[in-house]
């Protein structure tokens, strides 16, 4: 494994970066996972215009032009041979001193690893996912604007255990308001009345780019979608609900605290959905020449 670091290549062992590094003391920093699909890093523009607005927002400057990180992307996936990878792009602070102040770090650490899928085990794509609301709610943008993805993901974390400890692989977060935000690591949709339904970015989602693209499939496809304010009250007499994201593509969803969602299994717009976005993903991204 060939990892990236501020311009050098490194092997797993020694691929570090200082304790100092204000990404570990205080999760001061923004990251991208990205997929590469048979030799094609999928939507990688979009990637990186959310990793320099994500960057923006907390007035961090990476220190290369997005036109080098796409080289960074593409050269980390061509050194590692991987024509099906994941891609952890992450850019810190740097390194400064053990004061919180971002002043003294005086320039921002990329870092870029390609690395194995973790999706859901295969079956759950054929049988559907079960998922709990978790107690651990999503801020919303007076606190902390959750379009940033930052290395800040302990709610996540946390929403992640509640759902473990309940038998469970992922969690629904609601905002500080109860309205249904996004799930630990993946946008949630629901399907009513035949229309696709997201919550709006406002009501505390990631702009999830696997998200976005549904959203254009399912306009090209005629199916109507649309941002609307969910409830959990809508999740629970959905007709259909999935999740969607970088690692996980699109999971259905079966079971949501326990109340049976649809018939109990993966409906058949949510299939459509994923088969349209099976199709696509070979051919809408950046090549990376082997
Ligand atoms: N929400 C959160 C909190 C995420 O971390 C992610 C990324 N894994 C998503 C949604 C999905 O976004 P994307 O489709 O860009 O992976």
């Not at 759950?124 to 919303?140: C, D, E, F, M, N």
């Amino acid at each position: 494994m060939q990892i990236y670091i501020d311009g050098a290549f490194h092997d797993r062992q020694n691929a570090k970066i200082s304790v100092f590094d204000h990404g570990l003391l205080y999760g001061d920093g923004v990251f991208e996972g990205i997929r590469v699909y048979e030799g094609c890093v999928f939507r990688l523009r979009e990637h990186l215009e959310r990793l320099y607005e994500s960057a923006r927002a907390i007035a961090l400057e990476i220190p290369i032009p997005p036109e080098a990180m796409i080289d960074v992307v593409v050269e980390t996936a061509r050194r590692n041979g991987r024509r099906n990878a994941y891609i952890r792009l992450v850019v810190t602070r740097g390194e400064g001193d053990l004061g919180l102040d971002p002043h003294n770090c005086k320039r921002a650490t990329v870092i870029c690893i390609v690395d194995d899928v973790k999706l859901y085990p295969e079956e759950l794509y054929r049988q559907g996912l079960k998922v709990i609301t978790a107690s651990t709610r999503q801020v919303g943008p007076g606190t902390f604007d959750a379009r940033i993805k930052s290395l800040n993901y302990l709610k996540s974390v946390l929403a992640k255990i509640e759902a473990r400890r309940a038998g469970a692989l992922e969690a629904v977060m609601l905002n500080e308001e109860g309205f249904v935000a996004e799930c630990t690591a993946d946008n949630i949709f629901i399907v009513k009345r035949g229309a696709l339904l997201t919550p709006p970015l406002w009501d505390g989602a990631l702009a999830g780019i696997t998200r976005g693209t549904i959203l254009e499939l399912a306009a090209r496809m005629g199916i109507p979608a649309r941002e609307e304010r969910l409830a959990r009250f809508d999740l629970f007499n959905a007709d259909e609900c999935f999740l969607t994201g970088t690692g996980a593509e699109i999971i259905p969803v079966v079971d949501i605290d326990d109340r049976r969602i649809g018939e109990g299994v993966p409906g058949p717009v949510t299939m459509r959905v994923l088969e349209a976005f099976r199709e696509m993903i070979t051919r809408d991204g950046v090549r990376v020449p082997f």
